[in-house]
């Protein structure tokens, strides 16, 4: 079964709003991941926050992580119609073994 | 594009038959990852392989068996193989064990018919 779950399943958004996803998991973790994927392709990593940071970003992504809840959300600003894909977080444990979630499916409409 | 090389694209297979997917890991990375994607699913782990060993397996059966080289190429072996096999296989690529990022290849979409 999928250690995590991203909420929600499926965003329709006008190009330059702000796109949030959520991604619940439920054991202790080292790390998690956030990724994109395009039309069943492989899959890109965008970001990596470590269990003992609260925030980070990169560009125009904004990551946050709440452990005590065991949830993140990953925030993209200012949308662009090429960030229309599929968003995965992955909950990495131990031993480099990842863990991924249903993924949100983002359409950004131009 | 990452460096990770995939083959085939694609395949279409016969349930019961056997079947080799391929995996050409980026410069400099050690470890390999598969995972199995089902259609409008998250990407699974299968197992992991560090310097040629086993490193970790997922919830799969037997039948779903790997080699790394010792150029850390991998290959993915599946036996027997069933309808709910058909899915899109991706591997990994990664440096070490430290649970760092993983760049991934473009996958292989296997159909089992």
């Known amino acids: 079964s999928q250690q995590g779950e991203e909420d929600p399943q499926a965003l329709s958004i006008q190009e330059g709003e702000n796109a949030t996803m959520n991604c619940s998991y439920k054991?202790?973790?080292?790390?998690l991941q956030w990724y994109r994927q395009n039309s069943g392709r492989g899959l890109v990593h965008l970001i990596l926050?470590?269990?003992?940071?609260r925030e980070k970003h990169s560009g125009r992504l904004r990551v946050t992580l709440d452990t005590s809840k065991k949830s993140s959300s990953l925030l993209i600003t200012a949308s662009r119609a090429a960030d229309t894909a599929s968003y995965f977080c992955?909950?990495?444990?131990?031993?480099?073994?990842?863990?991924f979630g249903t993924g949100t499916s983002l359409t950004v409409i131009p | 594009e990452t460096g990770v090389t995939q083959s085939p694209t694609h395949l279409i297979k016969t349930r019961g038959q056997q079947v080799t997917l391929r995996c050409s890991s980026q410069?400099?990375?050690?470890?390999v990852s598969w995972y199995q994607q089902a259609l409008g699913q998250g990407p699974q782990f299968i197992f992991q392989?560090?310097?040629?060993?086993?490193?970790g397996r997922g919830n799969f059966p037997p039948r779903f068996s790997g080699l790394q080289f010792p150029n850390y190429s991998s290959e993915l072996n599946v036996n027997a193989l069933e309808l709910d096999d058909s899915a899109l296989y991706l591997c990994?690529?990664?440096?070490?064990?430290?649970?760092?990022?993983?760049?991934f290849g473009p996958g292989t979409r296997l159909t089992v018919t």
């Open positions: 990994a690529s990664s440096e070490g064990t430290a649970p760092h990022e993983q760049y």
């Open positions: 054991t202790s973790i080292n790390n």
């Open positions: 926050i470590r269990s003992n940071e």
């Open positions: 992955a909950t990495v444990r131990t031993g480099n073994q990842f863990y």
């Open positions: 410069s400099g990375h050690n470890t």
């Open positions: 392989y560090y310097r040629e060993e086993e490193n």
